[in-house]
């Protein structure tokens, strides 16, 4: 089946947006840019969606973006005047979150040791918490904080005591900057690791099909590739149960090892310096096995 990816606009820097395009242009692969995947599939304009106009099937759409723009594409249910067509997307709330992960990853995840609780009863017992899982960093007591689903409505941060109530306070009632949260969204706890370098892999049936690292000695770095022992791992972690056909996996080199720091969506994962050829063309032959 022919294949068309849906990109968003405004979400990467100019210059990322650029190369997607130089990829998607050099492969001979089919492309819209777009920022409003409802209005735009609403209005079908820009895309080449035959089955509009009742000229034949229309091309699998690969959306690829932000967190956001992926939500909004899976919600609309990727319907054109009515018509539903074809798609490709790897976006399961449940399979992908952190509980899951660590039900089947177990002693693989950097964060095993872990609690599920609200953001609310975090605010209400934030002491005896910090008693539990904190640990000095920096001359201050820490803890490890993510939210428990994986949709980005924060980051994962190290916690403060000293600041914890007003970070807390911030996130439940700043509505401007968190819209997706409230006292009774769930995240996770657990003791803080200290992280020396990170990867993210794309894998697609069992396969890694590029990679790239991201963090090198706790700064941003970005170049493509990763060590053999890092690619050992991460098909140790594979073998073991993925949470679909297609996901980011992200590994990060600890003083105890490698370890999972989270699964993503392959939709909506940033490639960083990963490369781009690779993905697309291994993405795109995927989109053509959709039926």
């Not at 594409?73 to 399979?95: A, I, Q, R, T, V």
């Not at 690292?213 to 890092?230: I, L």
Request: aromatic share 10%.
């Amino acid at each position: 089946m022919e294949q068309q990816w849906l990109i968003e606009d405004g979400v990467f820097p100019e210059n990322v947006t650029l190369e997607i395009k130089s990829t998607l242009d050099s492969l001979g692969l089919d492309y819209t840019i777009q920022s409003d995947p409802i209005g735009h599939l609403d209005s079908c304009s820009g895309l080449r969606l035959n089955s509009c106009s009742e000229l034949g099937p229309s091309p699998c759409i690969i959306p690829y973006g932000s967190v956001g723009f992926i939500s909004q594409f899976l919600e609309n249910n990727n319907k054109c005047g009515g018509y539903n067509f074809p798609s490709k997307l790897w976006y399961d709330n449940k399979s992908l979150s952190f509980s899951n992960l660590s039900k089947n990853w177990g002693s693989y995840m950097l964060n095993d040791d872990y609690l599920v609780v609200s953001l609310g009863s975090f605010q209400k017992n934030v002491d005896g918490l910090f008693k539990m899982f904190g640990k000095v960093i920096a001359g201050g007591n820490a803890l490890f904080m993510k939210p428990l689903e994986n949709n980005k409505s924060f980051n994962g941060t190290i916690l403060m005591h000293a600041t914890a109530q007003d970070t807390l306070d911030n996130l439940i009632n700043d509505n401007n900057y968190f819209d997706r949260v409230d006292s009774d969204t769930l995240i996770v706890i657990s003791k803080p690791h200290i992280v020396l370098n990170e990867w993210r892999l794309f894998v697609l049936d069992n396969e890694i099909i590029c990679c790239t690292q991201y963090n090198k000695k706790r700064q941003k770095h970005y170049e493509e590739g990763c060590p053999q022992a890092v690619r050992d791992f991460a098909n140790k972690v594979i073998s073991k149960w993925g949470p679909d056909t297609g996901y980011s996996l992200d590994i990060c080199e600890t003083h105890d090892g490698y370890k999972v720091v989270e699964a993503g969506c392959l939709n909506c994962s940033d490639l960083y310096a990963s490369n781009k050829s690779n993905f697309f063309t291994k993405v795109s032959k995927q989109g053509a096995k959709n039926e």
